[in-house]
Nanobody, 117 residues
Framework: VQLVESGGGLVQPGGSLRLSCAASGFTFSFSNHVMSWYRKAPGKEREWVATILSVGGSTNYADSVKGRFTISRDNAKNMLYLQMNSLKSEDTAVYYC?????????WGQGTQVTVSS
């Protein structure tokens, strides 16, 4: 399994970014798996941001991003997304894509998001 994130960058407070995660090594539309976004800010532990299930497509969000971030997937393209709106300085972090298939977890290399004026 390989996960490659992209879409990070520098954005002003109140702005938006869309992160992408290209997944390979497993079939998005046919495997039972869980896809998530996590983030790690400087000096802090890695924290969970959002999750989407392959079966049913239900989503769940951390309270800190609920109502501002949207996780989604494109099964035809094997892609995971994180739409981030109303960004705040405290959203500054390296964002990681995570896939759990059975009992095996995989991580991408991360993409930096910096929210600053």
């Amino acid at each position: 399994v390989q996960l490659v994130e992209s879409g990070g960058g520098l954005v002003q407070p109140g702005g938006s970014l869309r992160l992408s995660c290209a997944a390979s090594g497993f079939t998005f539309s046919f495997s039972n798996h869980v896809m998530s976004w996590y983030r790690k800010a400087p000096g802090k532990e890695r924290e969970w941001v959002a999750t989407i299930l392959s079966v049913g497509g239900s989503t769940n969000y951390a309270d800190s991003v609920k109502g501002r971030f949207t996780i989604s997937r494109d099964n035809a393209k094997n892609m995971l997304y994180l739409q981030m709106n109303s960004l705040k300085s405290e959203d500054t972090a390296v964002y990681y894509c995570n896939a759990v298939i059975g009992f095996t977890g995989s991580w991408g290399q991360g993409t930096q998001v910096t929210v600053s004026s």
